[in-house]
């Protein structure tokens, strides 16, 4: 059973950089072929889909991200406390958005409220 939890400040200032950290209780995150992904809801909009870390191989992993978030994007990952990070730089309010962790094959943190505003 695979369980997620994001965290990470609830409020950014404009221009900062956005950072959420997801844990993962079940499987390790290098598990191979697990995609592990951040996906977002701005307020009155669809799911946006940011970009996912997955692993080949033990030490071996990849990342794919959003070209419409372009190069502001990245993630990173713990292997020690089984997390992967989200950080998106330069923040602007159009950020603004519930955050969600997930595994591509239907598990899903609870999400988190991410408002950026000064």
């Known amino acids: 059973q695979v369980q997620l939890q994001e965290s990470g400040p609830g409020l950014v200032k404009p221009s900062q950089t956005l950072s959420l950290t997801c844990t993962i209780s079940?499987?390790?995150?290098?598990?191979?072929?697990?995609?592990w992904s951040w996906i977002r809801q701005p307020p009155g909009k669809g799911l946006e889909w940011i970009g996912y870390?997955?692993?080949?191989?033990?030490?071996?992993?990849?990342?794919s991200y959003s070209p419409s978030l372009g190069s502001r994007t990245s993630i990173s990952r713990d292997t020690s406390k089984n997390q992967f990070t989200l950080q998106l730089s330069s923040a602007t309010p159009e950020d603004t958005a519930v955050y969600y962790c997930?595994?591509?094959?239907?598990?899903w943190g609870q999400g988190t409220q991410v408002t950026v505003s000064s």
């Open positions: 997930t595994r591509r094959g239907g598990s």
């Open positions: 079940g499987p390790s995150i290098t598990t191979n072929f697990y995609y």
């Open positions: 870390i997955v692993y080949s191989g033990s030490t071996s992993y990849r990342t």
